[in-house]
């Protein structure tokens, strides 16, 4: 199992481009770099910038993963790229990124239901709880568009794989690639999301394991505030996930997935993100949005909350407030990288996980 970084959210990727990126990645320590959308390679799929990529990564002994975007059709309106590439035709652009993709070796491709809209508070955020289309609907969307999809990926030997993003439960993944086939789709396990979806992490990544495909690994503060939890990410092992429990269970399964860690983005990057999110885990409409979850698993949740609330208290970890409050630029971006796989990779040279 490598360790590896986002090729969005590792500092300066903008101002890097591609193989800069890489290359900074490979400073920093790191086995690999994961652009979740081809686009972000070359937004015209030169095929000669993508092998340019591929070859970077190949010289520097790293792996390269990428992928798609938003597979949901209610969504991809809001990412009009997606269109473009295919001269106004989705699906021709979906099926010219993933030629693109084929082209360079690379086979495991990133892909979400939704986009978030960090603007609004709560459930507002998330595509889950429109009130212009329901949720039910988007999943038949999905489905239908993943299918349509599948043709494409079955003669190119992809998987499409979806990512347990925030608005979409790790339950209806499932049902998901088992609708569509795993020959041709699969799971791209981000370990913090599921908390929006009141998902325990360990129960989570035994429902998703048999298809993990790809990785997103991040950690998350998970506490009490006023209308619920709130949420804030943190380095690998300063929050609530413990991925000495998780990684073990994913790499029964996968024993060679690739490792990528999702990283809070840089102040001078981009515009400071939300403090926190509220998970509104005590209102009955939220509640009702989770069918599947289940009472043991909710006790198990709460539980996990509790305990990390104890070690606040503590004085072990700061609190939401202290931990906003700090700066955020280069040098703490890198260093939440490099803290994080350290981490990881303690984890996996113990002997308790085998890995």
């Not at 992809?158 to 049902?175: A, D, G, P, Y």
Request: hydrophobic share 40%; aromatic share 8%; net charge negative.
């Amino acid at each position: 199992m490598r360790v590896g970084v986002d090729g969005l959210k590792i500092p300066e990727s903008a101002k890097r481009g591609p193989l800069g990126t890489i290359g900074h990645a490979h400073q920093l320590g790191l086995e690999g770099v994961f652009f979740r959308s081809v686009l972000d390679l070359s937004p015209t799929l030169n095929l000669a910038e993508l092998r340019n990529a591929r070859a970077r990564a190949d010289e520097l002994g790293m792996y390269l993963e990428t992928g798609l975007g938003k597979v949901n059709p209610f969504a991809i309106p809001e990412a009009p790229e997606l269109r473009e590439i295919g001269d106004g035709d989705t699906l021709l652009g979906f099926r010219r990124m993933m030629e693109a993709c084929a082209a360079i070796g690379c086979y495991e491709l990133w892909s979400s239901t939704a986009m978030v809209k960090p603007k609004f508070a709560g459930r507002l955020a998330w595509d889950r709880f429109r009130t212009d289309v329901t949720w039910e609907e988007q999943l038949v969307a999905i489905e239908r568009f993943l299918l349509r999809l599948a043709p494409y990926a079955r003669d190119l030997g992809i998987h499409v794989n979806l990512e347990t993003h925030e608005e979409i439960s790790s339950f209806e993944l499932v049902r998901l690639v088992e609708a569509v086939g795993p020959d041709v789709t699969g799971i791209v396990y981000d370990t913090a999301n599921p908390l929006h979806r009141i998902e325990h992490p360990t129960w989570t990544a035994r429902r998703v394991a048999p298809y993990v495909r790809q990785t997103h690994i991040k950690d998350a503060h998970l506490a009490h505030g006023e209308g619920g939890l709130y949420y804030q990410l943190r380095p690998c092992g300063a929050g609530v996930v413990d991925l000495a429990e998780v990684l073990p269970i994913v790499a029964e399964s996968n024993p060679s997935v690739n490792l990528t860690i999702e990283n809070y983005e840089s102040y001078e990057d981009r515009p400071r993100p939300p403090e926190k999110w509220l998970i509104e885990v005590y209102e009955e409409e939220f509640l009702a949005a989770h069918p599947d979850l289940t009472v043991r698993e909710f006790a198990a949740y709460l539980e996990m909350v509790h305990a990390y609330e104890n070690r606040i208290a503590a004085g072990e970890l700061p609190d939401l407030d202290t931990y906003a409050a700090q700066p955020f630029g280069y040098s703490e971006t890198v260093r939440y990288i490099v803290d994080s796989a350290a981490h990881i990779r303690a984890i996996c040279a113990s002997e308790r996980t085998t890995i």
